[in-house]
């Protein structure tokens, strides 16, 4: 039976297998979808072992390894040359590897679905990320792809954070250290003719497993703020409840993982899976039946 799977250090919290084996199901395709606990310097070994696998077909990547993957492979497509990062690859069938990355639609996804601006004298909205690797330069070029043009990007390093303002593209991206993360804001902003809106995205693991929480006060931001928290584990960061708490809009680490596991499932089984059913899938992940 063909069958792909989801690689990483730790793994058993991964959501992936539930995720494509839903869509497996849902679609009636025979084929299967795993997690493999994989460590650093057990890269090399997992891929010899798979490329000698007819029935692999390919994996996602998990942290900590989606730089160290690209050494691995055959060839590294144009996007995930631009990330330095891979989250998917797939196996041709001349049997070369590929490397892709589909988180930028994962983060593009949800953010189309939010509208903002709309009201007297917008003049522009920031997109804030917070952190300096692979997701935050994802968020990047995923925010991008949902038409947003200005980044500031946060991080305890400034000068990793000005690499990935890079690929905004000057002056459109400007790194910034951690702690100057805030709402932006000129003499005449204010709330009746707002000036200035603001994404608001973490890119980092601050929030995940009780770890130390985003640095930020929610409450100086405008209503129409958008608060997105690409980590989903737990799904109710500090970060996303801090917004719900002010009536920020918030998008989940779920939406996000769910949007770029679609991509990678028809990169897999040559097949869209059925979107249709999100509601369903979702109510599986947080453990509700429906």
Sequence with gaps: MKYAEVIGDPIAHSKSPMIHGFWL????LEADYRAAHVRADGLAAY???RRADPDWVGCNVTMPHKEAV???VDEVDALAARLNAANTIVKRADGRLVAGNTDVAGVAE???RHAIGGYPDHVATYVQIIGAGGAARAAVLGAQA??????DIFNRSPGQADAVAALAGAPFGTGNPLEALGPIR???DGQAQQRYSHVVINATSMGMHGENPVPIELSAYYPDTIVFDMVYVPLET???AQARAVGLRCIDGLEMLVGQAALA???FFGAPPSRDRDADLRALLLGERR
């Design 25 to 28: 199901r849902a679609l009636g």
């Design 47 to 49: 891929f010899a072992v």
């Design 70 to 72: 690209l050494a691995h």
């Design 110 to 112: 949800p953010l189309k």
């Design 146 to 151: 949902a038409g947003f043009g200005d980044f």
């Design 186 to 188: 000129n003499p005449n």
């Design 238 to 240: 500090p970060l996303l």
């Design 265 to 267: 499932f028809e990169r």
